[in-house]
């Protein structure tokens, strides 16, 4: 009789779950989970009475991975297309949504644009020249804005895709790579194409880019992990790695009961580059620095409930939310109506609008230090000015995710590589996350199912 292969999974995050998901049936997993409850940033709270995800809110669709997860675990059903709307930018004193057709905020027909008044004059005239601008092969990587200001012009860099790229990574365009935050854009720079035209003529995805999940995306976690069938301790935080003289891996764990040693023939690292830099620290040193090195971004989430019938003067807001420039000065970095997206959540509560704002990108933790009744008054006086007068929430709560983004800086795919090739030292041991190739759950999702096959593929497990 042969054995199952053993594998510690570390962090029970929705990268660690979907490892132990690929790995069912083929090892013994257990997932090891510092917090009281799996999912990391997808959790699922309730606010005056009402499933309100507190982290991750939808899963992107444009790739399948978190999608078929979904089914994969028996959430199929519960998969929901947001409400159609445009997306929004709060700028120049007004919400103006942006035309179809851009990618993450990059238009792709500048006369789209025309009227929108999401540029002045100047910029939609700095915008129109791009087709006529020399384009050379873009070889090395380079600082988002670096590129796009160059082509597009500074303001419809600060003014649309900043706003798109502080939604999704909390990041700005003058340090986030364009490589590793924008492949799309970087493979038209690499062959020194113009790049409106590269655009323009990309097909479309059709349907929905994002999906939600009924009941809230921390549904997902909790599916899966009760799906794989894994062995789950959570409240365990993992303190140290040690090498075993068969060759596998011995893990130290802090618990409530006092410290926990386990071991196994396997290890997948599925923490944030933080967690994973201490514990390779002895390991694989150039791993550590270069983990060290991925720099995080702190948001808070403001979730409000406000009863329709007390609404304010200015009424409740229509579409599904707004994204904010920084260039604005404003504090609030977005703004969903979770009432108006998504059907499950306004049919769960009809007399009430839930909304939530969020605060911080890299760089601005001293927003986050502030008490959560200020962060609510702020999130809600920038409301006020962006959709008017809503009145006061009767319930609010603020969810802090302190080191919550990883910022894919210039030559993050670089620093991916060292840290893949001093990993890939270490038998039986492998890293997933959103650390390394895409923060969105469905690349989470992708990196954790890689890590599994890898882990089986090293120890000649038959796919
Ligand atoms: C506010 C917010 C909103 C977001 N919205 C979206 C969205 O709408 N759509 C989308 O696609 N993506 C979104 N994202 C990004 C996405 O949710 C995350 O990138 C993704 O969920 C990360 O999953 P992960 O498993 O890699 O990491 P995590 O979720 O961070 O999980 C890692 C787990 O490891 C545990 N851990 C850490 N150290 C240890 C240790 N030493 N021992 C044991 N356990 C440990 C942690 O407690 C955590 O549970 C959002 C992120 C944030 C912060």
Redesign the pocket.
Known sequence: MTSKRSVIV????????AAAWQLRGRAEVTV????AR?????RTGTLAGVAVDE??????ALRPE?VDLAEAVGLGRALADPAPAPVTVWTRGALRPMPAGHVLGIPSDPEALAGTGLLSEQGLARLREEPSLPASPVTEDVAISTYLAERIGREAVDRLVEPLLGGVYAGSTDHLSLRSAMPGVAGIAGRGQPLLAALHGRPRPKGSF?RGVEGG?GRLPLAVARACGARILTG????ALERTASGGWRVQ?ATADGPLLLSADAVIL???AF?AA??LGPHAPAAHSELSAIPYAS?A?VTMAFARDRAGLGGLPSGNGFLVPPVDGHTVKAATFLSNKWGWQANAAPELFLLRA?IGRNGEEHLLDRPDRHLVRTALNDLHRAVGAIGEPVAARV?R?DR???QYTVGHATRLARIRHDVAGLPGLEV????YEG????A?VA??LAAAERVLDRAGVPG
Not at 236 to 239: A, M, Q
Not at 432 to 435: D, K, P, Y
Not at 439 to 442: H, L, N, S
């Open positions: 570390i962090g029970g995050g929705i990268s660690g779950l090891l989970e510092s917090e799996v999912g990391g940033k997808l982290g991750a809110e939808s899963l992107m978190a994002v995306t365990t935080t993992v303190r764990a599925a923490v944030p967690a201490a514990l948001t989430v969020s969810t995710w919550g983004l990883p997933c996350g959103a650390a923060v969105g759950i469905a989470c990196t954790g």
